[in-house]
Nanobody, 115 residues
Framework: QVQLVESGGGLVQPGGSLKLSCAAS????????MTWYRQAPGKQRELVAT???????NYADSVKGRFTISRDNAKNTVYLQINSLKPEDTAIYYC?????????WGQGTQVTVSS
């Protein structure tokens, strides 16, 4: 059984920081490309950051310099460090794992940025 479980979301003031985690099970984690997506109410899903099986990272322009994606293959976990949070970062953040044509999604974790 494949599971991706996100955690670490919450309510944060603008300018604050948060670290999200996504713990995977049921897959050979080290060979999967991992991506964080987010979806705000009434908007389409948006790619936030990706880290491939070799550790190469890529980011959406809107989060460059503020977000950092990383992975710990020994813990089967991918992280998203979020700094300098803005209200427009408010969304449900989802974890995605892809290997070839096999893909899996987590249930999401809510990030709310508000004063």
């Amino acid at each position: 059984q494949v599971q991706l479980v996100e955690s670490g979301g919450g309510l944060v003031q603008p300018g604050g920081s948060l670290k999200l985690s996504c713990a995977a099970s049921g897959i050979i984690f080290r060979i999967y490309d991992m991506t964080w997506y987010r979806q705000a109410p009434g908007k389409q899903r948006e790619l936030v950051a990706t880290i491939n099986s070799g550790g190469t990272t890529n980011y959406a322009d809107s989060v460059k310099g503020r977000f950092t994606i990383s992975r710990d293959n020994a813990k089967n976990t991918v992280y998203l460090q979020i700094n300098s949070l803005k209200p427009e970062d408010t969304a449900i953040y989802y974890c995605n794992a892809v290997f070839f044509k096999n893909g899996y999604w987590g249930q999401g974790t809510q990030v709310t940025v508000s004063s």
